[in-house]
């Protein structure tokens, strides 16, 4: 029975012991050493980390790519790993290229996320982090990230746009597909240790991030880069305020090229002034001048108004009419319908325009395009200015039949110059073949039917006199290849009423082959500072389409049109009668 007692006293003693030892314990690590425990957890960093979606690149029709993303880190600070702000600061600051006063400010800080620099190159970040290592300094961490990059700089620059510092798309394709372009961050809750180090097993919930749709366009930068080219060396030889290329495709609508000056690098997008960033393609109006002739010619023949022998009496380039005198640059008797737009009549428009009712052809010149906007998928796209006719004088549907009393976009008139070329169809013009690798390819589309074959075939041979050397557009002319075309030579408005003395915006539309149209072009020139005798769409846009074109039938694989009656050779033949 002793034994028993004496057993069970020790066993008591034993657990009295253990529980002892125990109860020491706690005391020991929740009192004695709270503050150090405190401090260790306090040190560890919970946190919801983002794991970035990839923005979606930009191609051109071919896979060229346009816009991409460039690695890069993001350097932040955690307040609570710095103990020593200037150690960490004389360190990293070479690194980081800030001087080490201003970067031992921003680490004096108690925030656990601080972003010291957005953008680090990736090799040079990580030399950082080994310095800090080495110094056994710690606080400044990385995140992985990127940053746009265009690799072709400013080329196709108004129809790309660029990122904002925010990531996201400021003008552009970038503006216009930010949505998809984005995609859909990923995040994963970590855990990091005191030394800044992830504690991969207490690893959270992740979300994998759904990563930006990529956007394909019709743009063809072998033709974007004949088009920049040309237009690039017309603005440094002539000096304009503005210059303006866009090449098209007539049957489809696609638009293959888009070229302004002045440009901007997207790269570098604040350095750009607001005159350097305007897609004046879209976004630019402006009298058209004779180009517009084709609306006024198209309805009434469409109309039966006119046919293919009616002559038009041009009063020998002088025709009074309410008050006011519509000049020819050279007189005329008797023309018929191709002779007005070969000789560029303002009198012979004009008198057609009068044989019209004003609802018919308001009606018309809507049915082209003209006073709307055409839906190009671009941010800035304005409508011109077409007025209804209750609020027209007696005077402005003859001055709307020569291209005054009307404002439009270049882009509105390569979408009507087209219209006639495929055959009667106002296509509405396509800027994205498809968006993402499983995306079908968007289908042309035919917004109305404006004019009827025979009078898009009537209109289109008229337009290839133009290019002869009776017209007003033998400079034009594309070698081994029929082409039609318009010229137009507009005064400039002025903002004080009535229009500019000797400045003038001058233009050239056209297409080729006539029988099979592959390309269209329109070039335009702002107010280039030559003289009156000089400055005319023939003598400047004319030549500048040549180039174009003639580069770019070349890059389409072309076969020249031999054996055609209606074949013209480029610069040949005498100087025509006018370059108006």
Request: aromatic share 8%; hydrophobic share 40%; with cysteine.
């Amino acid at each position: 029975m002793r034994g028993i007692r004496s057993r069970i006293g020790i066993v008591c003693g034993l657990l009295a012991l253990i529980f002892t030892l125990f109860a020491w314990r706690l005391i020991y690590l929740q009192v004695l050493k709270h503050d150090y425990y405190s401090g260790i957890a306090a040190e560890k960093n919970d946190r919801r980390k983002v794991i970035p979606a990839r923005r979606g690149r930009i191609l051109d029709r071919n896979g060229e790519e346009l816009a991409v993303n460039i690695p890069v880190q993001l350097v932040y600070a955690d307040g609570s790993h710095i103990h020593d702000p200037t150690a960490v600061a004389s360190v990293s600051a070479p690194f980081l290229e800030i001087p080490v006063k201003e970067l031992t400010q921003k680490l004096s800080t108690k925030s656990k996320y601080v972003v010291i620099r957005k953008v680090m190159n990736d090799d040079k970040a990580h030399d950082m982090i080994r310095a800090l290592d080495r110094a056994n300094l710690h606080g400044l961490y990385l995140e992985e990230g990127s940053v746009r990059s265009y690799p072709n700089c400013d080329m196709l620059c108004h129809v790309l746009g660029y990122v904002d510092h925010s990531g996201h798309g400021a003008d552009g394709i970038e503006k216009m597909f930010n949505h998809e372009l984005t995609g859909q961050d990923g995040f994963r809750w970590i855990e990091h240790d005191r030394k800044g180090r992830e504690i991969v097993v207490y690893r959270g919930q992740e979300q994998l991030p759904e990563n930006g749709t990529d956007i394909r366009l019709t743009i063809d930068m072998g033709l974007q880069a004949i088009a920049e080219k040309e237009v690039d060396a017309t603005y440094k030889k002539l000096h304009p305020v503005a210059a303006t290329a866009i090449l098209a495709d007539p049957i489809t609508g696609e638009i293959l090229a888009m070229a302004s000056r002045p440009n901007y690098d997207p790269n570098h997008f604040g350095d750009a002034t607001p005159e350097k960033l305007r897609n004046r393609a879209i976004s630019d109006m402006y009298e058209p001048g004779s180009t517009f002739k084709i609306v006024v010619t198209s309805a009434a023949f469409n109309e039966g108004i006119v046919n293919q022998n009616t002559r038009i009496f041009c009063e020998n380039g002088r025709f009074s009419f309410c008050g006011k005198t519509i000049k020819d640059h050279h007189g005329s008797g008797d023309l018929t319908i191709p002779e007005i737009l070969m000789k560029s009549s303002n009198v012979g428009a004009a008198k057609i325009a009068l044989r019209m009712s004003d609802d018919k052809y308001y009606d018309y010149v809507r049915r082209f395009g003209f006073g709307q906007k055409t839906g190009l998928p671009l941010p800035g796209e304005i409508s011109g200015l077409v007025n209804p006719p209750n609020r027209w004088d007696k005077l402005t549907k003859s001055r709307m039949a020569f291209g005054q009393s009307v404002c439009v976009t270049p882009i509105q008139m390569v979408m009507a110059m087209s219209t006639i070329a495929n055959g009667g169809s106002l296509m509405k013009p396509r800027l994205v073949m498809n968006k993402g690798e499983g995306d079908k390819m968007e289908a042309p589309e035919t917004i109305r039917e404006v004019i009827s074959k025979k009078t898009s075939s009537f209109i289109s041979q008229a337009l290839v006199t133009v290019l002869s050397d009776q017209g007003t557009a033998a400079l034009a002319r594309v070698n081994g290849f029929t082409a039609a075309g318009k010229t137009g030579t507009a005064q400039k408005i002025s903002p004080h009423g009535g229009y500019f003395e000797n400045r003038y915006i001058v233009s050239f539309a056209g297409y080729l082959p006539v029988e099979s149209p592959r390309l269209m072009g329109l070039v335009i020139v702002d107010d280039a500072p030559l003289s009156e005798s000089m400055n005319y769409g023939g003598a400047v846009a004319g030549p500048v389409f040549s180039q174009i074109a003639g580069q770019a039938v070349r890059h389409l694989d072309l076969e020249p049109e031999a054996g055609s009656a209606l074949m013209q050779s480029a610069n040949s033949g005498s100087k025509s009668a006018s370059l108006r």
